[in-house]
């Protein structure tokens, strides 16, 4: 079975711009997380979907906005890049929304903003 | 708040030697999960371990293991007979009953010396 996918795996933006980012899970996991980390970093946990609803968004400005498509896929939009917005995103699937569901992670878009 | 702490931003061993990572966190919860991941140069972070916090005994995975110390707050991992496919970041991470994020620490970078 193919693990978590996500696409594009490398992107570059200027300042300004808007960037979408896209996740495709697991055949039969219904819950997307997306993280941020920043090199040298641990990841910081950005937004939880699951069937579709937002179950839970981290410490991120508004500028940050995901959602999960009726196949549960789902996409992270970020606007206004910043400079600081430069990072690797991870996109990790699991069955569902507990805690107790093991996380899966994807290989991440690398991100630059110049 | 929830924080999980590496003190060991880096640790090297050699090939077939036993090294031991830090990690250390803070809750005020009483049902939780604890996890070690690695994450190699390809970026894709991969589950090691797993611990319930209320099993009293401590995980194994192979040749990996964890120092569970509930009451201390910590969670080592031990890395037994060390080979060269195990240089890697590792973070710890931790995530309470009910939530939706697993809250990581900022990781140690493991070098195995041939």
């Known amino acids: 079975d193919a693990g978590v996918t996500q696409s594009p795996t490398h992107l570059i933006k200027t300042r300004g711009q808007h960037v979408t980012l896209r996740c495709s899970p697991i055949?039969?996991?219904?819950?997307v997380s997306w993280y941020q980390q920043v090199l040298g970093q641990g990841p910081q946990f950005i937004f939880q979907?699951?069937?579709?609803?937002?179950?839970g968004r981290g410490n991120f400005p508004d500028r940050f906005s995901a959602r999960q498509f009726p196949n549960y896929s789902s996409e992270l939009n970020v606007n206004a890049l910043l400079l600081g917005d430069s990072a690797l995103y991870l996109c990790?699937?699991?069955?569902?929304?507990?805690?107790?569901?093991?996380?899966?992670f994807g290989p991440g878009t690398r991100l630059t903003v110049l | 708040a929830q924080t999980v702490t590496q003190s060991q931003p880096e640790m090297s061993v050699q090939e077939a030697e036993t090294v031991t990572l830090s990690c250390t966190y803070d809750?005020?919860?009483?049902?939780?999960?604890l996890f070690w991941y690695k994450q190699p140069p390809s970026r894709q972070m991969i589950l090691v371990i797993r611990?319930?916090?209320?099993?009293?005994q401590n995980a194994t995975e192979n040749r990996f293991s964890v120092n569970f110390q509930k009451a201390a707050k910590s969670f080592s991992l031990k890395i037994s007979d060390s080979q060269l496919g195990d240089a890697a970041m590792y973070f710890c991470?931790?995530?309470?009953?009910?939530?939706?994020?697993?809250?990581f620490g900022q990781g140690t970078r493991l070098t195995i010396n041939p």
């Open positions: 055949s039969g996991h219904k819950s």
């Open positions: 990790a699937s699991s069955l569902g929304a507990s805690s107790y569901n093991e996380q899966f």
């Open positions: 809750t005020s919860e009483s049902d939780y999960y």
């Open positions: 611990q319930e916090a209320y099993k009293q």
């Open positions: 991470a931790y995530i309470w009953r009910g939530a939706q994020k697993l809250v």
């Open positions: 979907y699951y069937e579709k609803e937002e179950r």
